[in-house]
């Protein structure tokens, strides 16, 4: 009897390190998967930060007006904010794990030609051509991030995925303006379209999404239920453009306001700006961490109300310039753990998994929208107040807004889930 014992226990024993061994080599693919996808989102958003550096050489070297610059410098966001639902249907068919791979290289030879231009209206073209392959890297992206499993380290992984614009567009901007000391813009351009081809080629080994054509052809004959389905991401979307609308205004109007009520340098004040969203994307972590808790998202989307109580402070006027920056820092972190929230809940305002991409699509089109909208809008209240205490007011009418959108987005009934780790 001993010895049968022992043999059952040492089986056990065996099957259970098994199971030990499966599951890490289960989460050292994930892991893998994760930070390749995650890398090509980072290396897209860069896009959106690495003409600032060089705005100036352009206007030298290209005898480009203010407004010209301006436009290069921001066709990303105005073509997501046109583009991003109509791209989505129209890659739909194709599998999202060369759909990345495409977007990628799109924006890197994209890139290079941008290099190479010595006109306005050819760097247009590239620049709108880059933007395409943006558009439809941050739409494939989370599809692949869906299909890599569930559970835990999902949830946390859409949160971390929420960070990606925030740390790109940083990465870009600082990566201009430390190697534009030692390159010219055109040399800058290169090294960055070569950055973003060698990551399209590190891509390459992520593997298909399985049952991608299945899912696809299983909902394509209802249209007009798919449009329906459609309602909760769109509510989300629109939530999202409330979001990133009251931070990109914030950002926007922090250094001028700086600038004239605390007595900074305009570099200074563009640096300090820098640093505090550079700061904030440690909600986006926060939030990661929260969610895989079990926190849930509509507790989490809360924290929007931050935001114009953060503005409140930090544009008042008073309390000094240390006030002030701890305020625009409540800003910047209340911003990224929504912003992160928002791509996590995803799998909560969608009822099948074909509209994913869609879904993606949207959230990126109103967030874009809400970003180019919202900035002019405020300064217009603003000019119309004659005084910066108008901001805060202006993003507690907006925040309100999104968080009755966002809420809307992700209620309960119809769908059974409570929390994004039941999505998962």
Not at 66 to 75: I, K, P, R, W
Not at 142 to 165: E, H, S
Request: aromatic share 8%; net charge positive.
């Amino acid at each position: 009897m001993t010895d049968e014992t022992e043999v059952v226990k040492a089986g056990k024993g065996i099957e259970s390190t098994s199971e030990e061994l499966a599951e890490r080599r289960e989460a050292r693919a994930f892991r893998w998967k994760f930070c390749l996808i995650y890398l090509a989102g980072l290396f897209a958003a860069t896009s959106m930060g690495k003409m600032t550096p060089i705005s100036v050489a352009l206007r030298e070297d290209l005898s480009l007006s203010l407004a010209q610059v301006a436009l290069l410098t921001s066709l990303v966001t105005a073509v997501a904010a046109v583009l991003g639902l109509f791209v989505s249907y129209l890659i739909r068919p194709l599998p999202p794990h060369r759909m990345l791979v495409a977007g990628l290289v799109v924006m890197g030879l994209a890139g290079l030609f941008c290099a190479r231009t010595d006109s306005f209206a050819a760097m247009l073209g590239g620049r709108l051509v880059e933007s395409v392959g943006y558009v439809v890297v941050v739409i494939v992206a989370p599809v692949l991030l869906f299909a890599l499993g569930d559970g835990k380290r999902l949830t946390g992984a859409l949160a971390i995925w929420g960070t990606f614009m925030p740390v790109g567009l940083a990465l870009g901007s600082f990566a201009g303006g430390v190697l534009s000391s030692w390159l010219d813009w055109r040399e800058w351009l290169a090294v960055a379209a070569a950055a973003t081809l060698l990551v399209a080629v590190l891509t390459t080994r992520l593997p298909a999404v399985a049952g991608h054509r299945e899912r696809r052809e299983s909902t394509r004959p209802d249209r007009a239920a798919a449009v329906r389905r459609l309602a909760r991401p769109a509510s989300l979307g629109a939530g999202f453009a409330a979001v990133s609308g009251s931070i990109v205004a914030c950002v926007t109007l922090y250094p001028p306001y700086l600038h004239e009520e605390f007595g900074l340098s305009t570099e200074s004040a563009g640096t300090l700006t820098g640093v505090v969203s550079l700061v904030g994307v440690v909600g986006g972590f926060l939030a990661s961490w929260l969610l895989v808790r079990g926190v849930g998202v509509r507790l989490l989307f809360v924290a929007v109300l931050l935001m114009p109580a953060g503005a409140l402070a930090a544009f008042a006027g008073a309390g000094g310039l240390g006030v002030s920056v701890g305020s625009a820092l409540v800003i910047a972190l209340a911003n990224e753990l929504v912003v992160a929230t928002v791509f996590a809940a995803v799998p909560l305002a969608v009822r099948a998994t074909a509209d994913l991409g869609a879904a993606n699509g949207l959230v990126a089109q109103f967030g874009s929208i809400g970003a180019l909208a919202t900035p002019p809008l405020v300064g217009l209240a603003v000019t119309a107040a004659d005084g910066w205490w108008a901001v805060g007011p202006c993003l507690l009418a907006v925040c309100v807004a999104g968080l009755a959108l966002l809420q809307i987005a992700v209620r309960q009934p119809s769908y059974g889930r409570t929390s994004v780790k039941e999505a998962a």
